[in-house]
C-alpha cells in the first residue's frame, strides 16, 4: 500500500549575497530547526533526510554534506545527498516523496544551503560542466549557452527583447511581496532595455542572482499530517527526466524534444499531470512556480506544460495572463528563479513556494483561492528536469 504524501512544514531564509556572519553548515542548520519549529517538531520527529547539495567549488569544501550532518540533526539517522545542478532542488523533494510513498519512512526532512558568492567568478565553475574537447574552446558557460538557445527561440517565435522585459518588470513587482526575495523593484521596460549587455539578448537584468542562504521541506505520511499540520499540501504528482550532454545533438529542430522549445520539459510534466490528474493545466492550475535562472526560461518551460501554444507565452505575457491577479495563471508570485538563485536550493524554493501558495502561507504575495500549483527545476543546460504538484487533496488513483 502506498501512502500519500504531505507537505507539514517549510522554511526559507533571506536570499542575499552574502551571509558573513554565518559559516555554510550554521545556514544549513538554521534552515533545519526552522523547519522543525515552525510546527512543533524535535530531531527525534524526522527519520530521514534529504541533503540538497550542488557544486560545493562555489565555496571551495568538498562534500559539505559531511560536514553538515551533525549541525542538521542527522546522525544517527538515514540521509543522502542529491545533485543534479540547478535541478538539485526540485530532485530532493521528488527523492523524500519516494521515501514517504514507499512507507519506508514516515517523516522525510529536506534541507540545504548555499554560498555561491564565496567565488569571484560563478561561470569559471559552472564551465566545468561543458565537454573539455569539444566545447569549452568556445567559450560556453551557462550564460551564453543559454543565450544561444534564447536567440534561436525569439527568432523562431518572432519574440522581441521588449516581450521577454515585460516578465522581468513583472516578477521584480511581484518580489516586492517576498521578504525572502533576493532581487525586487519597480522597474520599467526601458530600465531592464538599458541595463548593461551581458550575452546578447540577455542584459543585467535578465539574468539572475547569485544569492546565498538556506532553505528546508518536512514532508510525512497522512498519520504524521494529522499530527502536526492542519492545512497541509499534498505532493500528488512528480516527473522528472534528464537529457543528452552534447548540446549539439540537442540543437536540431527536427528533434523529438528540441532543445529550444524545451520540448523535453513535456515528458516531466506529462508524467507529472497524469499522476495527479491534471488534464487541463491551465484551468486545474492556479499558479505555476517555474525555475527561470533567465528571463526567457520560465514561460518556454509554461508552453511544453500545456499552459499556452510554443511561442506564445510571451505574447499572453503582454496580455496580462501571468499576473497575480487577474490573470489566468499566477506564474512565479514570488518572484522566481529569475530574483534569487540559490543554485543548490534553487529548486527546492520553488517548492516550498509553490506548496505555501496551497497551504495558504505564502504571506504578502499569496494568491487567492489556490488549489493546485506546481514547481519546476531545472539543472545543467537543460539536462535535468523536474516538475512537481501540489494540491489541496490527497492523491486519488487516475
Given at each position: 500500500?502506498?501512502?500519500?504524501?504531505?507537505?507539514?512544514?517549510?522554511?526559507?531564509?533571506?536570499?542575499?549575497?552574502?551571509?558573513?556572519?554565518?559559516?555554510?553548515?550554521?545556514?544549513?542548520?538554521?534552515?533545519?530547526?526552522?523547519?522543525?519549529?515552525?510546527?512543533?517538531?524535535?530531531?527525534?520527529?524526522?527519520?530521514?533526510?534529504?541533503?540538497?547539495?550542488?557544486?560545493?567549488?562555489?565555496?571551495?569544501?568538498?562534500?559539505?554534506?559531511?560536514?553538515?550532518?551533525?549541525?542538521?540533526?542527522?546522525?544517527?539517522?538515514?540521509?543522502?545527498?542529491?545533485?543534479?545542478?540547478?535541478?538539485?532542488?526540485?530532485?530532493?523533494?521528488?527523492?523524500?516523496?519516494?521515501?514517504?510513498?514507499?512507507?519506508?519512512?514516515?517523516?522525510?526532512?529536506?534541507?540545504?544551503?548555499?554560498?555561491?558568492?564565496?567565488?569571484?567568478?560563478?561561470?569559471?565553475?559552472?564551465?566545468?560542466?561543458?565537454?573539455?574537447?569539444?566545447?569549452?574552446?568556445?567559450?560556453?558557460?551557462?550564460?551564453?549557452?543559454?543565450?544561444?538557445?534564447?536567440?534561436?527561440?525569439?527568432?523562431?517565435?518572432?519574440?522581441?527583447?521588449?516581450?521577454?522585459?515585460?516578465?522581468?518588470?513583472?516578477?521584480?513587482?511581484?518580489?516586492?511581496?517576498?521578504?525572502?526575495?533576493?532581487?525586487?523593484?519597480n522597474i520599467t521596460v526601458d530600465d531592464v532595455m538599458a541595463s548593461p549587455m551581458i550575452a546578447y539578448p540577455f542584459k543585467l537584468f535578465d539574468v539572475c542572482p547569485r544569492s546565498s542562504g538556506g532553505?528546508?521541506?518536512?514532508?510525512?505520511?497522512?498519520?504524521?499530517?494529522?499530527?502536526?499540520?492542519?492545512?497541509?499540501?499534498f505532493i500528488t504528482g512528480v516527473g522528472a527526466v534528464s537529457d543528452s550532454n552534447w548540446i549539439g545533438d540537442r540543437i536540431v529542430p527536427s528533434a523529438e524534444y528540441d532543445f529550444i522549445d524545451w520540448?523535453?520539459?513535456?515528458?516531466?510534466?506529462?508524467?507529472?499531470?497524469?499522476?495527479?490528474?491534471?488534464?487541463?493545466?491551465?484551468?486545474?492550475?492556479?499558479?505555476?512556480?517555474?525555475?527561470?535562472?533567465?528571463?526567457?526560461?520560465?514561460?518556454?518551460?509554461?508552453?511544453?506544460?500545456?499552459?499556452?501554444?510554443?511561442?506564445?507565452?510571451?505574447?499572453?505575457?503582454?496580455?496580462?495572463?501571468?499576473?497575480?491577479?487577474?490573470?489566468?495563471?499566477?506564474?512565479?508570485?514570488?518572484?522566481?528563479?529569475?530574483?534569487?538563485?540559490?543554485?543548490?536550493?534553487?529548486?527546492?524554493?520553488?517548492?516550498?513556494?509553490?506548496?505555501?501558495?496551497?497551504?495558504?502561507?505564502?504571506?504578502?504575495?499569496?494568491?487567492?483561492?489556490?488549489?493546485?500549483?506546481?514547481?519546476?527545476?531545472?539543472?545543467?543546460?537543460?539536462?535535468?528536469?523536474?516538475?512537481?504538484?501540489?494540491?489541496?487533496?490527497?492523491?486519488?488513483?487516475?
Open positions: 500500500m502506498t501512502e500519500q504524501v504531505a507537505v507539514l512544514s517549510t522554511w526559507q531564509s533571506e536570499f542575499k549575497l552574502r551571509h558573513p556572519s554565518m559559516t555554510y553548515v550554521e545556514q544549513a542548520q538554521e534552515a533545519a530547526a526552522g523547519c522543525m519549529a515552525k510546527v512543533g517538531m524535535c530531531p527525534d520527529d524526522v527519520d530521514a533526510i534529504v541533503f540538497s547539495l550542488a557544486p560545493t567549488a562555489f565555496m571551495g569544501v568538498a562534500d559539505a554534506d559531511r560536514w553538515a550532518i551533525d549541525h542538521i540533526f542527522g546522525a544517527g539517522k538515514p540521509m543522502l545527498r542529491v545533485h543534479t545542478g540547478g535541478a538539485t532542488g526540485g530532485s530532493v523533494v521528488q527523492a523524500a516523496h519516494s521515501l514517504v510513498r514507499s512507507g519506508m519512512y514516515r517523516t522525510v526532512m529536506i534541507v540545504g544551503a548555499e554560498r555561491i558568492s564565496e567565488t569571484p567568478d560563478a561561470q569559471k565553475v559552472l564551465n566545468q560542466i561543458f565537454d573539455p574537447f569539444y566545447e569549452k574552446d568556445m567559450p560556453l558557460q551557462t550564460i551564453t549557452a543559454v543565450a544561444l538557445m534564447a536567440n534561436t527561440y525569439m527568432r523562431r517565435h518572432g519574440i522581441t527583447q521588449e516581450d521577454v522585459a515585460r516578465l522581468v518588470v513583472r516578477q521584480r513587482r511581484n518580489a516586492l511581496l517576498n521578504p525572502h526575495a533576493h532581487l525586487k523593484g532553505a528546508a521541506m518536512i514532508v510525512g505520511n497522512m498519520d504524521a499530517a494529522r499530527q502536526w499540520q492542519t492545512r497541509p499540501a520540448k523535453l520539459m513535456r515528458v516531466a510534466g506529462r508524467a507529472a499531470f497524469e499522476r495527479a490528474g491534471i488534464t487541463d493545466p491551465i484551468h486545474q492550475v492556479q499558479v505555476a512556480e517555474v525555475y527561470d535562472a533567465f528571463s526567457i526560461q520560465g514561460l518556454t518551460q509554461l508552453e511544453q506544460l500545456g499552459f499556452c501554444a510554443s511561442g506564445t507565452g510571451f505574447l499572453l505575457e503582454g496580455e496580462g495572463a501571468w499576473e497575480m491577479d487577474g490573470g489566468q495563471v499566477a506564474v512565479c508570485p514570488s518572484g522566481g528563479t529569475l530574483c534569487t538563485n540559490p543554485i543548490a536550493v534553487a529548486g527546492l524554493v520553488r517548492a516550498i513556494e509553490a506548496a505555501n501558495q496551497v497551504m495558504g502561507t505564502a504571506g504578502g504575495h499569496q494568491v487567492k483561492n489556490v488549489r493546485r500549483s506546481l514547481a519546476t527545476a531545472v539543472g545543467g543546460i537543460a539536462q535535468f528536469l523536474t516538475c512537481s504538484v501540489f494540491s489541496n487533496e490527497p492523491y486519488e488513483a487516475h
